[in-house]
């Protein structure tokens, strides 16, 4: 279940961020993956420095991402980046401001 975070600063004390109401900004960033991760090969892509990440689809999201539900369908095995990704922290402020323009 997602978890409502109230924004501290924001000027309207209703405002909040939660996943639920998001396209799921932050699944369109690059997300490379560390030792330790664990996910499945076929949504792993490599550069040509054999860096590791998770594959996007040309509409830009994860390909471990599912379309209709918007909801991560890897989401025991999601790489590290994703586990430590806050929801409510600065970068998904910025994401989601980002989108919404
Ligand atoms: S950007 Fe923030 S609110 Fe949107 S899906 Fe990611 S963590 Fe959730
Ligand atoms: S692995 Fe899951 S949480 Fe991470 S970017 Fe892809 S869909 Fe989002």
Same mark, same amino acid.
């Given at each position: 279940?997602?978890?409502?975070? @109230? ?32 996910v499945p #090969?076929h949504l792993v892509e ?8 998770m594959r996007r689809q040309?509409?830009?999201w994860c390909a471990a991402l ?7 369908t890897i989401?025991? &095995?999601? @790489?590290?980046?994703? &586990? ?10 910025? #994401? ?6």
């Amino acid at each position: 279940m997602a978890m409502i975070i @109230p924004l501290s600063h924001a000027a309207n004390d209703s405002t909040t961020v939660t996943c639920a109401s998001c396209e799921a900004c932050c699944c369109k960033l690059q997300v490379l993956l560390m030792a330790g991760d664990n996910v499945p #090969e076929h949504l792993v892509e490599y550069d040509q420095w054999n860096t590791a990440a998770m594959r996007r689809q040309s509409d830009g999201w994860c390909a471990a991402l599912s379309r209709d539900t918007l909801l991560c369908t890897i989401y025991q &095995r999601r @790489p590290m980046l994703c &586990r430590e990704y806050a929801m409510g922290g600065s970068d998904c402020i910025d #994401e989601r401001a980002l989108h919404a323009k």
